[in-house]
């Protein structure tokens, strides 16, 4: 397995987004553990979570015990496993979500999140989306407290544009790891985002890298280009996208979710994907649906 880095720790270039085993329509905690053990027996070492990974409003943080649960288990050395997980956003359990970017919640939330997963401090805790009702210092300010005080050892932010992305990395004095944007074939607006990543050197951690939960499965069927280049290379228009999302920066690690291991183990194939650059170019061109 390729390693990139984020912060000063090395992970897989893929990672397992782990949404899709805890939200509506997840499947049971038996398939969730094959499928995390799946990801760990393919060399992946960045897991991503959320507090708010969660179906009914009694089970807040049901995915971060889950994968607590299923490292545990897993035969493996796991101690260069990177568990990455959010805070401020929320689901009260009637389907929506909501925000609470404020200070106090964020720092409560982090111990909590702590709690779940076990250990000594979160590896990655990221601040899940702003909140138009809280400042953005206050917020990333929560986080800078945190990795002071040891409960995180490193601080990234989530759903940012670029000048939140500058904003936090200044509050945070230059200690900012990540940015976990929406990017896939389907929805690039982030690429400014992505860009400014490359530049300032931090990690930029795709989700939904496939188009989501029920769009993955029919990306090829929705974009000829990556289904073309799929088809010249044998391979799924899955390994297709991740691999043109890792060409387009060194700082760019895709967490694709997966509830099933025959996703997790087709995506992690995309590392060995080469892609030309006029294949890295069509693709970056394509019109979008």
Known sequence: MHQRTIGARKVSVIGLGGMPMSIEGRPDEARSIRTIHAALDAGVTLIDTADAYHRDADEVGHNESLIARAIASWPGDASDVLVATKGGHLRPGDGSWTLNGRPDHLKEAARASLARLGGTAIGLYQFHRPDPDVPYAESVGALAELLDEGVIEMAGISNADPSQIREAQEVLGGRL???????????????PELD?????GIAFLPWSPLGGISRAGDLGSRHDAFAEVARAHDVSPQQVALAWELALAPTVVPIPGASRPESIEDSVKAVDLELSADEVERLSTEATD
């Open 177 to 191: 790891a990540s940015v976990q944007n929406q990017f896939s074939p389907a929805f690039r607006s982030s690429a």
């Open 196 to 200: 400014l990543c490359a530049e300032l």
